[in-house]
């Protein structure tokens, strides 16, 4: 039981280039949501998705796009990477259905440097 | 919208020193409050949550937190640091209405100096 999983780990594009992060969780969650972390900013939600086939905007979605795959995997997309999008990238997921699994799970991250 | 702060961004403390770190929340709807805990390199970790009844709830590892509703806050309080106690805390809120989105304060650095 590997929870929520994230490749890759640490990747770094040049401005303009186009990447897809991966997460995966094998939970048999139905909600997931990707993260933003940046120093002295917390967390931000940047897309989540309440179930498979639906995904809905965040706090901050401009410049990503997102994919929920089926039930285990929810990936995020930087079309044209700009260094703004420089950050720590966590995946997480949850089951909300169920009253005592509301807490939230995360993936370990992908650290993204854009140059 | 909900809003949480968390006025300290750092927290220097010596090992076996008593600690609180703060969070406050704004909200006009009932919510859910969460302790998140990220050690160095690692994703986040729920360290404890109120979601109704006892307004004090504990963790596993000897902390604790009080829902305060009349003062908005939900600060987080262990009597005793350790070393392997250094790590970024956040503080969160779900507002009960509205499913599961998480609304993060800006974290609190705890560092555990021997």
């Known amino acids: 039981n590997a929870g929520v999983t994230q490749t890759p780990k640490f990747q770094v594009l040049k401005t303009g280039q186009s990447m897809t992060l991966q997460c995966a969780q094998d939970m048999n969650h139905n909600s997931m949501y990707w993260y933003r972390q940046d120093p002295g900013m917390g967390l931000r939600l940047i897309y989540y998705s309440a179930s498979e086939g639906t995904t809905d905007k965040g706090e901050v979605p401009n410049g990503y796009n997102v994919s929920r795959l089926n039930k285990r995997e929810f990936s995020l997309r930087l079309e044209s990477a700009a260094p703004s999008q420089t950050s720590v990238y966590f995946c997480?997921?949850?089951?909300?259905?169920?009253?005592?699994?509301?807490?939230?799970?995360f993936g370990p991250g992908t650290r993204l440097t854009v140059l | 919208a909900q809003s949480v702060t968390q006025l300290d961004s750092q927290v220097p403390v010596f090992e076996e020193a008593p600690v609180e770190l703060r969070c406050n929340y704004s909200?006009?709807?009932?919510?859910?409050l969460f302790w998140y805990v990220q050690y160095p390199n690692q994703g986040l970790q729920l360290l404890l949550k109120y979601l109704s009844g006892s307004t004090l709830v504990e963790s596993i590892n000897g902390f604790e937190a009080e829902f305060n509703k009349s003062q908005t806050s939900f600060h987080l309080r262990k009597p005793s640091v350790h070393i392997s106690d250094t790590a970024e805390y956040f503080c969160?809120?779900?507002?009960?209405?509205?499913?599961?989105?998480?609304?993060f304060g800006t974290g609190t650095r705890l560092a555990v100096r021997p």
């Open positions: 997480a997921s949850s089951d909300p259905s169920t009253y005592l699994t509301d807490t939230q799970y």
């Open positions: 969160a809120v779900m507002k009960k209405s509205s499913g599961d989105k998480l609304t």
């Open positions: 909200s006009s709807v009932s919510v859910y």
